[in-house]
């Protein structure tokens, strides 16, 4: 993993989505301290049970954010591909740590700010904190959406849904992820994609 040094906020990603999200310009913007990070394909951005207050957009490539048990397995929660953001909502707060891995599935650049700066900001201008209300609502929505297709679709389904609403995704995931992803093993997940194919 490599960062770069901290960076003008002029050509930042992240703070055009924050912005578009609050609808406004957004004060103070310049001051913001911004890194890019470079990460190779196979290589750990952040671990669980860490300190990292951060929040990340990803300007290209692919990560996988998941869960490793004390056996062994793997839960993968959820992928973050361009133009995304994330972070471990229990690291965004004092004393927080994180809750799960973040890897890099392809190699990857990515924005990166202090969640803590972004505090400060919504602390002092309305726009600032509207922005972070809405990414919150957005982040909160698909937490909801994957939840609902846990409960409430059967492994088949859960696949027809992920191809529909990501269909280039689901071409550049190993399949072991995917798999992992929807709750069921490799091996059934070929025998799904064969009884689903025209």
Request: charged share 25%.
């Amino acid at each position: 993993m490599s960062f770069t040094k901290d960076k003008p906020a002029s050509d930042a990603l992240l703070l055009l989505l924050l912005q578009n999200l609050a609808g406004q310009p957004l004060p103070e913007r310049e001051g913001l301290k911004l890194r890019r990070v470079q990460l190779e394909a196979g290589q750990t951005l952040f671990e669980a049970d860490q300190p990292h207050p951060y929040v990340y957009l990803v300007r290209k490539g692919l990560l996988k954010l998941h869960y490793l048990l004390a056996n062994g397995d793997e839960w993968v929660k959820s992928f973050s591909h361009e133009g995304m953001f994330f972070g471990s909502l229990t690291a965004l707060k004092a004393g927080g740590l994180s809750s799960f891995d973040v890897m890099a599935l392809e190699d990857s650049e990515l924005e990166r700010v202090d969640y803590f700066e972004l505090e400060a900001l919504a602390a002092r201008h309305p726009a600032w904190l509207l922005a972070l209300y809405r990414a919150m609502q957005h982040f909160a929505a698909l937490k909801e959406a994957r939840e609902r297709e846990l409960l409430t679709l059967n492994p088949e389904q859960r696949y027809a849904a992920f191809v529909q609403a990501h269909a280039s995704l689901s071409e550049r995931l190993p399949k072991k992820d995917l798999a992992r992803y929807l709750g069921v093993t490799p091996v059934s997940l070929s025998r799904i994609r064969a009884r689903l194919r025209p």
